[in-house]
């Protein structure tokens, strides 16, 4: 298994996965922001032919992030709001594992 943690050339760096199947990409952003799409897709184009599935922020752990994901008093909230995000989504994440 190899992870890579987003942020550094793009939000994801998920073009670094192509080659790789299956591919799951998490996004903590929302789908779309003011700025336009979080991740851009060509980007997630790039992975093709592979078993792609992204996964994004919800409105809730975004609040949970506030304006500075870095700031030691959001680690609680943002936790408890992936947790919450994670439990809602499961089973989609486990049928794509399954293929």
Excluded: C
Aim: hydrophobic share 45%; no cysteine; net charge negative.
């Amino acid at each position: 298994h190899r992870y890579i943690d987003g942020g550094v050339r793009t939000m994801a760096n998920a073009d670094l996965a192509a080659g790789f199947d299956p591919v799951l990409v998490l996004i903590p952003q929302t789908e779309r922001t003011p700025a336009g799409y979080s991740i851009d897709p060509a980007e997630l184009e790039s992975l093709a032919p592979s078993r792609v599935h992204v996964i994004y922020a919800d409105a809730a752990a975004v609040v949970a992030f506030g304006t500075n994901p870095l700031d030691p008093g959001v680690r609680k909230p943002s936790a408890l709001a992936g947790r919450d995000l994670g439990r809602g989504i499961a089973s989609q994440v486990a049928a794509f594992w399954r293929g």
